[in-house]
């Protein structure tokens, strides 16, 4: 039987000829990638849009007729679902993974180019799906992003006829399309890479991709199980998690279930999310601070284990966001001791970019400025996790603004700083053109700032014990008149943060047509997607014949060095001054 | 190179890394992929039945769970049937055994009756669950009677499901097969197929292990798991 190459299959069998197989049922990774930014930006400016509306209520109670209680909670609900899950995951992995994995291992596609096609139509559909909820009866579920139940499934709680039932379809749709697709990532980086792509010589946004998409694979399973039980006792009557109470004034029908067992299930998934969404974020913002300090990435193997570390050590924490919830005093030392471990190899990642500035010959691109402002707010979301992974501390923190603060900063506006200075730093490759460094700058400024001022004194109303989720706060005897003048101004930033991201958008449309030719490799980088014979790259990335990798890929200012970067193509010795070449060879032979 | 010199390598240092790089493979083959991307998913599947057992293992030590046996009005009191539907699903993972086999030895028509036998058994397989189930209702033992029988009756449902899904995907491979006549496809798919068979028969004999115990061994095994 005749090998064929998993990185070199022929395209014949999908080469695109009309405009719908190229830009529709499109198998090319680059147009899935797209197709899926597309779709998660699209469906982020609408949780980005209900975060205003909880903002209005907050800062400005009872002004605005549209926001009641209810709408409040399926606005909190949609925004908290959609960033985590159909913006943060799908754009992180579906978006960026689709793009980079095939370029930067030296493949011509994914593994599986049909099945990566149905991926993104499945999480198509699960967008629509969830979207709908907006116009079914009683609108969408309002039980808050973690589905508890049994109050998700209880008269009382909006959303609570169809909202839920449509969230929960939506979610297993999406789950069915993520597999889809963690399956090609995972395959494609194992099989498929090139001629001298050694695991260690793999680029970290690979490694951050690889691990978070194992980490996907194995713990999106806990949220189809508990969708599944909780579609089975909302639907058929069961009592998975449905213990026997009394709603309303009336006994359910349900007894034995335990809504703790969600819980478990829940956070099971739940907390290696956030690494997931994190860890692809940590590798793309490495190779954005190598390549625009000229700088090799400061301990790369140390880099590689704190991924995988982190990776594995993440199904050991769940617990921590159920302090409240109740357990036994070792469980509750056990995911406290995990938790702060995990922080060890996380500061150790934020030593590591912090060193490979240092000296470094730094260029303030905006892709640059994106990724230092990302090492400030992780540095700053994760020393408060520090305060809410200790159980004492946690106990009166948990239901305060003060963890809003602190997920925010870490899982939002970290990730989104990175995936801001990722789209700067690959549109080139992406389009041919270079974005707009004006209004990049403005859009960085007022992002970084904003972000700070909206985040930073949420955590002095959590410390005030101003709660989370509330619709309004009332006259309550120990918030002063300041949180209220303190929530007013959030929201006014909060405004003006939504506002400038129009920038961004603006200048992601209008470069398109309008922006700087980029060339090849306007940034002087070392890695593979950036040597592609054609930019953007043809369908089959590589022309004739597959890269060969020679080097790993932060050859950045080596010593006696023709230019300030060495691709990873380039021969051993190829490159450098005649003497130095020399010196190299021997060494080698 | 064992996973953990590939992990050391130094990849920076130009003579250690060329070193490693001339030992590593290359890009792997299209079928290696397809049965890497079966592993995998088969890891999946067993997280989620992994979750499931969990699960009712933390529910069989709530007040008012009822084991499945032990007393002759439980729902498994007998397990007969169980047996019998055990006995189809072993023939089916057999046959598919054998049609592998007969591939591999070139015997392409032996092989696709072996697989086709498979099919009827694992179609067999389900229709006698079915019966199962169907019997159980008819004594009061619903869906929702019970926790225990909520659990029967979810990862019944769900293996059941996965040897669905296994045997449109296998149909359709050989469909593929026959109209494109690439014969020489068949021992890979077959072996990818039976693969697929044999795990689904060790989800069904853990499955049947876990759901006929006493609930001295459910204590037990929420004690080991810290879940008692």
């Not at chain 1, 960033?83 to 799908?90: H, I």
């Not at chain 1, 979207?131 to 609570?160: C, D, E, H, M, R």
């Not at chain 1, 597999?179 to 490694?207: C, D, E, K, S």
């Not at chain 2, 397809?34 to 057992?53: A, E, K, Y």
Request: proline share 5%; glycine share 8%.
């Amino acid at each position: 039987m005749t090998h064929v190459p998993i990185a070199d299959q022929p395209m014949d069998d999908h080469h695109p000829t009309s405009f719908v197989a190229k830009y529709v049922w499109s198998q090319d990774h680059k147009v899935i990638a797209i197709q899926y930014a597309v779709i998660a930006i699209f469906v982020g400016v609408v949780a980005l849009i209900l975060s205003a509306f909880m903002r209005l209520q907050l800062g400005f109670p009872d002004t605005f007729s549209f926001i009641n209680p209810n709408t409040y909670l399926q606005y909190m609900t949609m925004h908290g679902m959609i960033m985590v899950v159909y913006m943060l995951t799908a754009l992180l992995l579906g978006g960026f993974g689709n793009y980079l994995i095939p370029l930067m291992v030296g493949a011509r596609d994914m593994a599986f180019p049909y099945l990566n096609m149905l991926s993104v139509w499945f999480y198509f559909v699960s967008v629509i799906i969830l979207l709908a909820s907006f116009f079914v009866t009683g609108g969408p579920t309002g039980a808050g992003w973690t589905l508890y139940p049994p109050q998700t499934i209880l008269p009382g709680t909006p959303g609570n006829e169809w909202g839920i039932i449509l969230m929960i379809l939506s979610l297993a749709v999406f789950i069915v399309a993520f597999t889809m697709g963690g399956l090609n990532y995972v395959t494609t980086i194992m099989q498929a890479r090139t001629h001298g792509m050694t695991l260690m010589r793999m680029p970290l946004t690979i490694w951050g991709i690889f691990i978070a998409s194992w980490m996907g694979l194995l713990a999106f399973p806990a949220l189809l199980v508990s969708a599944i039980m909780m579609a089975m006792d909302l639907l058929l009557g069961t009592s998975f998690f449905m213990p026997t109470l009394v709603s309303l004034g009336n006994a359910v029908d349900h007894s034995g279930g335990s809504p703790l067992l969600f819980q478990h299930l829940f956070w099971f998934f739940g907390h290696p999310e956030v690494y997931i969404v994190a860890l692809p974020a940590f590798g793309m913002v490495s190779d954005v601070l190598a390549t625009h300090a000229r700088k090799n990435i400061f301990g790369y193997r140390m880099m590689v284990w704190a991924i995988v570390i982190i990776g594995a050590l993440s199904f050991l924490v769940w617990a921590h966001h159920m302090y409240v919830s109740g357990m036994n005093l070792p469980f509750g030392f056990f995911f406290a001791t995990t938790t702060l471990i995990i922080a060890v190899p996380t500061a150790l990642k934020v030593y590591n970019w912090t060193l490979t500035l240092w000296q470094g010959n730094i260029r303030l691109t905006p892709p640059m400025l994106f990724a230092i402002g990302f090492i400030f707010t992780f540095i700053h979301g994760g020393l408060t996790g520090l305060f809410l992974g200790n159980v004492i501390v946690d106990v009166p923190l948990a239901d305060t603004m003060f963890v809003v603060a602190h997920f925010h900063m870490v899982m939002g506006v970290s990730t989104v700083m990175v995936i801001f200075a990722a789209i700067y730093h690959w549109y080139p490759l992406i389009t041919g053109r270079m974005m707009h460094e004006g209004m990049a700058r403005v859009h960085f400024w007022t992002t970084f700032l904003g972000s700070y001022a909206v985040f930073l004194p949420m955590h002095y109303l959590g410390f005030m014990g101003v709660p989370r989720r509330y619709f309004a706060m009332g006259d309550t005897a120990f918030m002063p008149e300041s949180t209220h003048a303190l929530n007013a101004s959030i929201t006014v930033f909060a405004l003006i943060l939504i506002a400038f991201q129009a920038v961004f958008i603006l200048n992601l449309i209008w470069t398109l047509r309008h922006g700087r030719e980029a060339g090849k490799n306007p940034w002087g980088a070392t890695s593979l997607e950036w040597q592609t014979p054609d930019v953007p790259p043809k369908h089959g990335n590589w022309g004739d014949k597959l890269p060969v990798v020679h080097r790993w890929a932060y050859d950045y200012s080596v010593p006696n060095s023709t230019q300030d970067f060495i691709p990873q193509t380039v021969p051993q010795g190829e490159m450098l001054e005649k003497s130095a070449a020399g010196q190299t060879e021997g060494k080698s032979s | 190179m064992n996973l953990i010199a590939r992990l050391t390598e130094r990849s920076w240092d130009p003579a250690t890394s060329a070193a490693a790089a001339a030992s590593a493979t290359g890009p792997e083959d299209v079928f290696a992929g397809r049965q890497t991307m079966l592993h995998i998913f088969l890891v999946i599947v067993s997280v989620i039945f992994m979750l499931f057992f969990l699960t009712f293992i933390a529910h069989s030590q709530y007040p008012g769970f009822e084991t499945l046996t032990g007393e002759p009005w439980k729902p498994l009191a007998s397990t007969t049937q169980l047996w019998i539907n055990t006995g189809v699903l072993v023939l089916a993972s057999l046959m598919m055994h054998l049609g592998l086999t007969r591939a591999r030895q070139g015997q392409m028509g032996q092989a696709i009756g072996f697989t086709l036998v498979a099919a009827f058994f694992s179609l067999q397989f389900m229709l006698a669950q079915l019966w199962l189930w169907r019997d159980l209702h008819s004594m009061g033992h619903t869906l929702v009677s019970n926790p225990s029988h909520s659990y029967f009756y979810l990862m019944t449902g769900v293996h059941a499901l996965h040897l669905a899904g296994g045997l449109v995907i296998m149909l359709g491979a050989l469909v593929l097969i026959w109209r494109r006549a690439a014969i020489e496809r068949l021992e890979r798919s077959l072996k990818l197929c039976s693969t697929y068979w044999h795990y689904l028969l060790g989800l069904w004999l853990v499955l049947f292990v876990l759901l006929t115990r006493s609930p001295e061994t459910y204590r037990t095994i929420a004690i080991l798991c810290g879940l008692g």
